[in-house]
């Protein structure tokens, strides 16, 4: 095991310098650089200061069957299918409400709306994969066709309609917003 690689890799996903680090924990700047290039192996009271700062528990540092999911296939998208305002989305990880970023497939039936959100702090990319896409946020309306991107924050009412005479269909990426 590469106490030092993981080490940093905690370090890097809590947004921590090594210098931010070394303050928290009262050690030097060199000396958490000794330990994240495997050059020092810090005494356990010290690596569980370390795991403290960075929010890793010991068992959770040194569990080797961590299991990272990376590739998702067909048989893991959920469906959801609403007739009366007629779109379908397709959630492409299923996980994906415990995730930064939620991932989906929108497809749109002629004259289909999505639903209206409410503001939030969310940050949202769609990219047109077919058809035509207006975006109402707030007071502006701003459209968007087939091989063309949207991207906003959703800082006012927003909601995803149909502008062509047929189906479209985008790919929406939008971040979850934690108030």
Known sequence: MEVGQKIKRLRV???LTQEELAERTDLSKGYISQIERDLSSPSLETLFDLLEVLGCSPKEFFDEDVFQ??????EDRTIHVDEERRYRTEWLIPESNEKDME???LKFSKNGEFKR???SRSETFVYVLSGHIALKLGNRTYFAKAGETLYYVASDSHQLVND???ESECLVVATHSYL
């Open 13 to 15: 996903k809590n947004g």
């Open 117 to 119: 959100y409410e503001p």
């Open 69 to 74: 999911k990376v590739v998702y296939t067909e």
């Open 164 to 166: 062509y005479d047929g």
């Open 103 to 105: 991932p989906i497939v």
